[in-house]
């Protein structure tokens, strides 16, 4: 394979701290290590019990717990948030639980600069990214800022024993999307290969064990740090048409996040596949296949997740209009982004059939 000797790669200051039990054992050091003193803490409705132990955790320097997360962060979730900090007067936010409850600790920090630190509960990578999402009247927007990347990460495998098979599947295959998609990045490098052809190793092979007994810590582990890897990836190089496309699902026809990305990846990535041959040597190598889409439909299918847009709930008619929103907007992609060749994409992740590289 040839080396590529041109790169830039950009590492910004985050602390990560992985081990069992460090969401009650680790948050309250970390907090103290960044001088914080008032911490407003964050969540969804769902995680409020695991919120609430960290949160007891910090003792004197939590200043209460805001249990409002939903996914795709809509404006008016991220203004009763940032009520809520400058009511209780916090220096500092921590999300504790999935994208969403991180995605609305970024939308803090975006309005007030306040830093974050994250205590992830899923597999979606959200907490290792410099990315902000908002979702306003059926539209999502993202956006990069520096301030929004949390300071501290604490990774804590016991806290995703309790994720539900179906969601483990999902977000393992949502971190999956973004190593797929760093390793054909027009701002990839060395060292993000590395990572996503680990990260990309760990959890294929962490995900069975997982369906097969959610309760294994040691697979748990495996699935965090593959996690973990991903969302690095994520976080240091730009998205293309796969995440485009989940975007648009999620924030304009309301389709859930991770199974979304667990239904386009594979009809993605075969598309994108003939003009992105290194990324597709790497893939091959770490899922141990010669057919990197067919491995990951196969992966997904296997373990029981959704196959097709349709059984998420999008409408026939939905087809061509998100089509032509997805072609409409620019962004990087390894294959010129066109209305047809999206709509191509979407069509193939509705009937949910075997992935069909051109
Ligand atoms: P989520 O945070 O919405 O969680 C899904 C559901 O699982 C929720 O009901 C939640 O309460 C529950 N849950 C979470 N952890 C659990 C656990 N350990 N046990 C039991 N239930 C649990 O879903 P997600 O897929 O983690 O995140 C999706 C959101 O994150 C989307 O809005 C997406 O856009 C965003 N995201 C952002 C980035 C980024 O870099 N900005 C990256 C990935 C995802």
Redesign the pocket.
Known sequence: MTFRSEFSYETRPVRVVFRPGAAVTATPGEAARLGLRRLLVVC????EAVARAVADALGDACAGVHAE?R???PVEDADRAVAAVRAAGADGCVAV???????LG?AIALRTGLPLIAVP??????EM?P???LTDHGT?R?GRDPVVQPRSVVYDPR??????VP?TVT?GV?ALA?AVEALYAPDTSPLVSVMAEEGVRAMAEALPRLAADPQNLDARSRALYAAWLC?SC??STTMGLHHKLC?VL?GTYGLP??QTHTVVLPHALAHNAPAAPQALTVLCRALDTDNAPRALWDLAARLGAPRSLAELGLRESDLAPAADRVAGEPYANPREVTAEGVRSVLRAAYDGGPPVTP
């Open positions: 969804g409705s769902r995680g997360a996914m795709h962060v639980g999935g994208g969403s409850a991180i995605g970024k509960s899923t597999y979606s990578g959200s990214t990315v902000w999402g999502k993202t806290l995703t024993l309790s994720l539900p969601l977000s949502n973004h969302g994520l976080g975007h999620g996040h991770a």
